[in-house]
């Protein structure tokens, strides 16, 4: 009996630590800003997200130099003034999330994820609605939510600050495939 | 014994799950491609460190407007209100082609000079994989100058045409320091005595040092090597300034003893000495206008 205990219990941990992990290497976030004086846009396509269904995980790690802008001079400010990616090259998210995403099931599920934000070496607890949309062995984690540079230590010149938004709009958008 | 491994296995397990959180993060960080090549940008903030041309050039589509303005020598007394009676300009048109290749000219009201160039970014400096130590960027670029003299109607427009070929190494050694070495062919159709070099060498070097994230301090100084003008007592071009960036705009205040702002001119053609105060207080000024737009 107690064998049989300990066999089960080794083959629960052993699932439970290779459990269901979701991964991608191009996942996709946008950022925007409009103001009457001016609308910017920029995409990274170079975002890295891992979701853990078992343990309620989820974690992101994205180059800050990968979002391109629609105005190169857009892109060299964000990089060299506001992000200051030499010294900080990379924004992470690492967090958890409540709901249970139930397994082998496709649908789509709102969840709350909560987490530590990291971006211009100032981490920050956030929460963040999203959804997850399970499709067979790929799934898709959206979304939406606004961020404040201040809150990150990221100055906006006077001269500048009509010209963007007081948050900027992200959207988040990880195509992420099981990982065997 | 039993119960320990029983214990320690629930013991891991637990801790399996809550080391979970960071883990998946570290995970990514393991699994990340290793080394992806990154191109190092913003060498420097301007086309010019002064006078000189940056391995700098405006991306595709965009268009760089710049003026350069350059006040009389500030030793020639009150008379001249400190040369601020006099000035100097330059007008000049930049545009991106492609990612690497750039074309522009310019108009100069010394001699009433026109130039033109080309610029191709050969190597653009990087880091990670098949890192590249430098920028490189190639200048190739014409002068014409159409000032009229009465008394030699045989200057034709080949005698007043020059050519120039420059190549361009940049490195940006920390986020605030760049330093720029550009050796420098130059081709004069007609000089003014037999005695000069129609082909002149030369070299610039060059830097910036940031100090704020919007200021710099830029330096240049142009050695042309000795024997190849002789006509003239020609110093070599020592310029230094300060660069302002505000948006799209880039100001530039420079100190200089050159006049001319071509290469042409600055080159083999400076004749006023930092030593007797023969310095031209003048401003650069550039403004970027995106024409073409990137994604969507």
Redesign the interface.
């Known amino acids: 009996m107690k064998r049989c205990a300990l066999v089960s219990l080794i083959l629960f941990s052993v699932t439970f630590c290779f459990g269901q992990v979701y991964m991608t290497r191009n996942g996709n976030i946008k950022l925007s800003s409009d103001t009457p004086l001016e609308s910017i846009r920029a995409e990274n396509k170079d975002v890295e997200a891992a979701i853990d269904l078992n343990n309620r995980n989820i974690a992101f790690s994205l180059p800050l130099k990968s979002f391109v802008f629609t105005r190169s001079l857009m892109q060299e400010h964000f990089n060299e003034k506001y992000v200051e990616s030499d010294k900080y090259p990379r924004s992470t998210f690492s967090g958890s999330f409540g709901e249970t995403i139930p397994k082998g099931q496709d649908g789509s599920y709102p969840v709350k994820v909560r987490g530590k934000l990291t971006l211009h070496g100032v981490t920050r607890d956030v929460e963040i609605p999203g959804t997850f949309v399970r499709k067979g062995n790929v799934l898709t984690g959206t979304a939406n939510f606004k961020l404040n540079p201040t809150d990150y230590k990221i100055r906006i010149p006077y001269i500048v600050r009509d010209k963007i938004e007081k948050e900027t709009a992200i959207e988040v958008n990880i195509e992420c495939n099981q990982k065997q | 014994m039993?119960r320990l491994?029983?214990t320690l296995?629930?013991f891991?397990?637990v801790l399996?799950?809550q080391a979970?959180?960071?883990s998946?993060?570290s995970?990514?960080?393991d699994?990340?491609?290793p080394g992806?090549k990154?191109l190092v940008?913003?060498t420097f903030k301007a086309k010019r460190i002064v006078n000189t041309q940056t391995v700098e050039a405006p991306?595709?589509g965009?268009l760089n407007f710049i003026i350069m303005h350059r006040f009389g020598e500030i030793n020639d007394g009150s008379y001249e209100f400190f040369g601020l009676d006099n000035a100097t300009m330059r007008i000049g048109l930049d545009y991106g082609l492609t990612e690497k290749l750039a074309i522009g000219i310019g108009r100069s009201s010394l001699e009433k000079t026109f130039d033109g160039y080309l610029k191709y970014k050969l190597l653009r400096q990087s880091t990670g994989a098949g890192a590249m130590p430098v920028s490189v960027s190639l200048v190739g670029s014409i002068t014409n100058y159409t000032l009229k003299f009465d008394n030699k109607p045989y200057l034709n427009a080949k005698y007043r045409t020059s050519y120039m070929v420059q190549a361009l190494v940049a490195r940006k050694i920390t986020?605030a320091l760049s330093l720029q070495v550009a050796p420098t062919w130059q081709h004069f159709n007609l000089v003014p005595t037999a005695r000069d070099k129609n082909e002149v060498f030369s070299t610039s070097i060059g830097g910036r040092l940031k100090f704020t994230?919007?200021m710099s301090i830029t330096a240049e100084y142009n050695i042309l090597f000795p024997d190849q003008v002789s006509s003239i007592d020609v110093k070599n071009s020592l310029s230094m300034g300060i660069d302002i960036e505000?948006?799209?705009h880039v100001f530039q205040l420079v100190f200089t003893n050159s006049q001319g702002m071509t290469e042409s001119q600055f080159i083999p053609r400076t004749t006023g000495s930092w030593g007797k105060g023969d310095i031209y207080f003048g401003f650069n000024i550039s403004r970027?206008f995106?024409l073409g737009?990137?994604?969507?």
């Open positions: 039993v491994v029983f296995i629930l891991c397990s399996a799950g979970q959180d960071s998946l993060l995970m990514l960080d699994s990340s491609a992806k990154i940008t913003q991306a595709k965009d986020t994230k919007s505000t948006g799209g970027n995106t737009k990137k994604g969507k």
